[in-house]
């Protein structure tokens, strides 16, 4: 989930494209279907280049983790840490981010292909309102 890092990101670079090609979340181990957006991370630390693919429910998982501690603590890229939510911060996660551990990757996408107005479900709807409006161009609209 989260560690303390003694270095600072030469480079930290992330983008949100829209897959060409199926690719597989280096988090979670989803599959991302060609066709779904998903957020790509390239990064240099301490000279070492890296590029990470997240799918968007890990994505929102690893910014609602990089808005925690006292900025000494950054998400592990593959929010692999080993550590319990609970464990590491004392109390169980928002309702918004533990409803993520149960959506599909086509739930998340159709949070962004509809927009909020057409979307069924409060699962939905709670998911929409966690990613940011670049994600969902057809957010809002009517």
Known sequence: MSGQYDGVYAVYDERFPVARKPHQCGACGEAIAA??????VGAILDGHASTIVRCLRCQTIHEHLRTLGDHDVWPDERLDCGEEY???W???PPEHI??????TPDEVQAACAKPLEAQLGALTR??????????CPTRGAK
């Open 86 to 88: 609970r464990g590491h």
């Open 35 to 40: 066709g779904h957006r998903y957020a790509r």
């Open 126 to 135: 709670e998911i929409t309102a966690l990613l940011p409006p670049s994600w």
């Open 90 to 92: 004392g109390h169980d």
């Open 98 to 103: 533990a409803a993520l551990a149960f959506a």
